[in-house]
């Protein structure tokens, strides 16, 4: 189980932001990232337009990052190949 409360303090230690890259969206259709956030931060206004992260909500987990390249995170650790 993931214990979101550890998450959040990790999150504002490392200062990641996830920001979505609208140039990536096709904003033609509901986004399927929205069923992905563990904590409900990802919201989408009309199936035609960009999703939307409620930053007060998101913990910084990254699992949008790994559903979708619309999602880009900040200050995270790349991992090299």
């Known amino acids: 189980m993931i214990n979101f ?10 200062k990641r932001n996830i920001i979505v890259n609208e140039n990536f969206c096709p904003q ?3 986004c399927p990232s929205t069923g992905v956030c563990p ?3 990802i919201t989408q206004k009309s199936p035609f337009s960009a999703p939307e992260i409620n930053y007060s909500k998101c913990t910084g987990c990254g ?3 790994r559903s979708c390249m619309v999602f ?3 200050n995270c650790l790349k991992k090299s190949v």
């Open 72 to 74: 880009q995170c900040t």
């Open 39 to 41: 904590v409900g931060a």
């Open 28 to 30: 033609n259709h509901p």
């Open 63 to 65: 699992i949008c990052t």
């Open 5 to 14: 409360a550890s998450l959040i303090q990790k999150n504002k230690k490392m």
